[in-house]
Structure formats: C-alpha cells, structure tokens
C-alpha cells in the first residue's frame, strides 16, 4: 500500500487527508504525485472518478504553500480548466476540502452565474482558479483578472473539451500565461488532436497511464441487447430496472428531447427518475445531481454533454439507451460506474442501424461486447475478387444482462 506521506507529501497535508478518509493514494495518484511535485510537465490518461483531481491537486497545492507570496489583487497563481459547470464545481469542491485549514483560496468562474460577483471574487487575488474557458475569457476581457502570474496550468478532460469547440480558446488562454509555468494535461482518450495540443503546450511531458485509451475500467461488466427498435429498448430497461431496484442507474440519451421523453416515461412507470441536458437551468441540474447522489431519485437520464465529468462514486448500471455517435464517448459513458474499486455493470441497446455505431466501440476497444439477447444483424464484407458478401453478426452470448 502506497501512502501519500511515501508519495513524498508533507505532514500538513497528510493530516489533511487522513481526516478526510483518504489513507490510500490511487494508481493515478502514486504515479502523477511525484512527477508534480518535481516540476516536471504531465500528461495523464485516466477516467473521471480514478482521482485526478487529488493526483494534480495535492502536489500543486504543496508547492503554492511552499512559496509564502501571496497573490496580487485580479490575478492567480494556479489555472484549472475544465469543460463543463458541473465539473469545475466537482474540482474546487475537492480542492476546498484540501485547503480547508491552509491560506489557500480557490475561485470558481463558469457560465450561467453572475459574471459581477465572479468579478468581486477575483478582486481580491486567487491561489487556484477553477474555470470553464469561455467565461475565463469574459473576464480577462473585463479585466477582472489577468494570468500573467500563473505557474500552474491544468488541463481537465482535455479530449472533452476539445469535442465542444474548445480549441480556440485553449490557444488563447495558453499564450495568456507565462512560457515558464507548468502544464498538467488529463485526459480519459488520446485522439490525434489531444497529441498535437501536448505539443503546443507542454514540454517534455513525462506521461502515465492507468485505464490504457479505449479501454474500459477492468471491473465493469459490458452487454448489449441486439433490438429491433426503440419500443423494445423500453422494455428491457424497464425489466432490467426492475430487476435492480436498488442500483443506481445512469441512462444515457442521444438527444436532450430524447433525454426528456425517457425520463417522463419512467416516470410515469413508476421509477423515481430525472434528467440533466443542455436545455435544464444550472439550478434544475444541479437539484437533479443532488437528488441521484443522495438516492432521492433511482434514475439519472443524461445527454453526453450534460454528464461530461460528473463523479458519482455509487452508479451500479449505466444504460446506453442510445449508441454515441462517437465511439470516445461509449469509454466516457462507462466510466461512470465502477468507481473506486466497486464492480459495475454496462449496458447497450443497439438497434439494426446503430450495428455500425457498435463496430467502432468494439474497435477502439478491441473487444467484443457481450450479446445479452437478440441476434447483432448481418454486416456486409468484401468477399473474393472485391465483392461484397453478407456475413452473420458474431458476438458472445450471455445468459444475463
């Protein structure tokens, strides 16, 4: 068992931890901790929910209290990003656990609050900024706060906030702190695109890894239900609900009117049930989250947007009610269970033409998901001399799901 006090940690904030029932470190943890803490720039590949936050968190936070300046009035010694609301909030909640007993503050700035008092809130210097990019931007426009004193700069769910446009504003914010900082980039994927931003804004970066890209947590079991249409895939998640009534489940919606509609109807089913999408107020969703982590409600009904980063340590099941378009997705999906050791259960519902939206996830995960019930339809291959042949769907059968 590798401790944080082995990870090279001091007293304080061992305390800190001990009192806060982290005793520990995860496999993030013990390999990111110590690269850190020697300035080295990282690169770090794991799911939401392994500890990333504590694995960037606590080094960066040992290296603020070494160093007594304290911050200028509008400016911040360490930079977080992150793509979502939700997610920023996650991370300076942790953090602020953290710091509890230091001097440390940390800030949060995102969309959809008060730009005014997120202004009054920088007025008076920040340790640890936590922020989505566009309201980041917004602010330095207003010049409510500058990044010319920033030595830390983390990247939170790089691959997500590349898939929401994020780009532009990455590269800008990035020119905005100094050459001579050091940059932490997580990541549960690496595309082509994640690789190439590594080398815009890292250097040297040593890299560790724990769930390889693709790659699901080991402890999630994964089925898929071959249907004919969706009257079908409504039926199997009210069996399967049923069957589980005391798991929590994560239902995931291609669609925010989809999300809605599944939701209602579960509702009306008679399962304690909401849903978080782009077309919910920050309030509705954050009641929503609330009521899932606190077992008030039984069923989260999510779009891929609204979920992005949510760490709920006690998900049983996640459904893919609706196949992702994009198979990075599915990896992000899954992650949501079998959090912090625990076993969890994944299951997919894919229609005749979502077969080709299956093909890519097995692919990137150079697995064959196990067929739960139905048969996976005929798939077209080219066959001698070029043409084109039908082939049976393969797939292991199980006898549960």
Do not use: W
Not at 182 to 208: C, D, R
Not at 260 to 286: C, V
Not at 299 to 318: C, E, F, S, W, Y
Not at 368 to 395: D, F, L, N
């Amino acid at each position: 068992m590798t401790t944080f006090h082995d990870l090279g940690l001091s007293k304080t904030i061992v305390a800190t931890l001990s009192a806060l029932g982290f005793e520990k470190a995860t496999p993030i943890q013990e390999k990111a901790i110590p690269l850190v803490l020697e300035g080295s720039d990282l690169i770090g590949l794991a799911q939401t929910g392994t500890g990333k936050t504590a694995a960037f968190g606590l080094p960066m936070i040992e290296k603020l209290l070494a160093d007594p300046r304290r911050p200028d009035p509008r400016n911040i010694r360490a930079l977080i990003l992150a793509p979502t609301r939700e997610l920023v909030n996650q991370i300076a909640d942790n953090l602020r656990d953290f710091v509890k007993k230091t001097p440390l503050r940390v800030v949060t700035v995102v969309g959809g609050a008060s730009i005014n008092k997120q202004s009054e809130m920088l007025n008076r210097g920040t340790d640890i900024l936590v922020a989505t990019p566009g309201r980041l931007l917004d602010l330095v426009a207003r010049k409510a706060v500058t990044l010319t004193q920033a030595r830390y700069l983390v990247l939170d769910e790089a691959d997500q906030m590349l898939d929401l446009g994020f780009i532009h504003d990455l590269r800008k914010i990035s020119k905005m702190v100094p050459k001579n900082r050091q940059t932490l980039l997580f990541s549960a994927t690496m595309p082509k695109l994640i690789g190439e931003l590594a080398g815009e804004y890292l250097v040297n970066p040593k890299k560790v890894e724990v769930t390889p890209p693709g790659k699901a947590a080991d402890k999630v079991e994964q089925y898929v239900h071959h249907v004919p249409g969706k009257d079908q895939k409504a039926q199997i998640l009210r069996k399967t609900l049923t069957e589980n009534p005391d798991g929590l489940s994560l239902v995931f919606s291609r669609t925010k009117h989809g999300a809605e509609k599944l939701m209602k109807h579960l509702d009306h089913i008679g399962f304690k049930a909401a849903s978080i999408h782009g077309n919910k107020s920050q309030g509705q969703r954050e009641r929503a989250l609330k009521a899932f982590r606190d077992g008030e409600i039984r069923v989260l009904v999510a779009t891929d947007v609204a979920a992005r980063g949510i760490d709920i340590p006690g998900v049983t099941h996640v459904y893919n009610y609706d196949l992702p378009e994009v198979a990075d997705a599915y990896v992000h999906r899954i992650g949501r269970t079998a959090r912090n050791g625990r076993d969890g259960i994944a299951i997919a519902f894919c229609t005749p033409d979502e077969a080709h939206l299956l093909r890519d996830i097995e692919k990137l995960m150079g697995i064959q998901i196990t067929v739960a019930s139905g048969e996976a339809p005929a798939v077209v291959t080219a066959g001698p001399g070029g043409k084109r042949k039908p082939r049976s769907g393969s797939g292991h059968r199980a006898s549960q799901g």
